[in-house]
């Protein structure tokens, strides 16, 4: 890059950093909605979270505690001028979104089989209590798995920038900003995981 | 290149927060298996918690940042607890 070009590293962190508050303030409210039915209807929550696959859940905890690993390294190498490793790491978060929708794809399915959907007439017959678990479900995980989607797009996106030289071992903002939001998925996980698929086995 | 930034976290710090995370999600799952009560929810908030602050501090480097970047992080968890809190105090307290 042309050395005319002023970089405000701090800035532009800063500015993911404000974004991914947003994030946190939107997912925040979905939280909300989740404790305050929570609240309301204690035993139809545990009824409704107790047909939700631990497995899946927990397989895909996994897969995304390990893609956040592969980004905070890949980091790493990328400044040591590993660039291959680096790109390694980061195909290998990419794939880790494609397990993780793939995972979800399939969790879906099996509960749309049942006729568990928003708007479904098995869903009418439910309690009420049942019936707004799994709409905010649908709901919260709906929307993060968007995130995952345009997570991934953005990580590829930044692979192509380092594989042309854009993003490299001096000047990194963009890998850095790209694994920001990557953790944020991560992190929006941690407390959907334990609330929705774990509430009393 | 940025004169900040000048750390570069090894792979190794990477790899012990990343067997935290796996051992913390571990615990999360066999809590449930008791029945506390609502007691479950908060062990179950409180692992979160301390998952999700490993993750801010070391995997988005934010132990390794300036002092504005940790006082808009508070800054924007208060605005979030304001939100819960005034949340709760009608639903929980609403006669």
């Known amino acids: 890059m042309s050395g005319h070009l002023h970089k405000d590293y701090t800035g532009a962190k800063f500015g993911m950093w404000l974004f991914l508050f947003t994030e946190v303030l939107l997912f925040g409210g979905l939280f909300i909605l989740y404790g305050v039915y929570l609240a309301r209807y204690p035993k139809e929550f545990v009824m409704a979270g107790s047909q939700l696959n631990v497995w899946f859940g927990g397989a895909n905890t996994l897969v995304l505690l390990t893609s956040s690993l592969f980004v905070a390294m890949s980091i790493t190498a990328l400044r040591r001028g590993a660039k291959r490793l680096c790109l390694g790491l980061l195909g290998g978060t990419v794939a880790c979104a494609a397990i993780f929708m793939i995972n979800k794809f399939f969790e879906w399915s099996a509960k749309i089989h049942h006729g568990i959907y928003p708007g479904s007439a098995h869903l009418k017959e439910m309690l009420p209590g049942e019936m707004v678990f799994f709409n905010i479900y649908y709901l919260t995980t709906g929307l993060h798995g968007i995130h995952v989607v345009i997570g991934a797009i953005v990580l590829s996106w930044t692979m192509v920038f380092i594989k042309t030289g854009r993003v490299n071992a001096g000047d990194w903002v963009i890998l850095e900003n790209a694994g920001l939001y990557w953790h944020l998925v991560d992190l929006i996980w941690i407390f959907i995981f334990p609330l929705y698929y774990l509430i009393l086995h | ?95």
């Not at chain 2, 570069?8 to 012990?16: E, G, K, N, V």
């Not at chain 2, 999360?28 to 007691?39: E, K, P, S, Y």
């Not at chain 2, 390794?64 to 929980?92: C, H, N, R, W």
């Open chain 2, 1 to 95: 290149m940025p004169e900040e930034h000048a750390h570069i976290i090894p792979y190794r710090t990477f790899l012990l927060v990343w067997v935290a995370l796996l051992v913390l999600t571990g615990l999360t799952i066999r809590a449930a298996q008791f029945h506390f009560g609502a007691l479950n929810v908060w062990i179950a908030l409180g692992i979160a918690t301390l998952k999700s602050s490993l993750v801010v501090a070391v995997f988005m480097h934010m132990k390794y940042e300036q002092p504005l970047f940790k006082l808009t992080l508070l800054s924007a968890l208060a605005i979030l607890a304001i939100f819960v809190g005034m949340t709760f105090l009608d639903v929980l307290y609403r006669s």
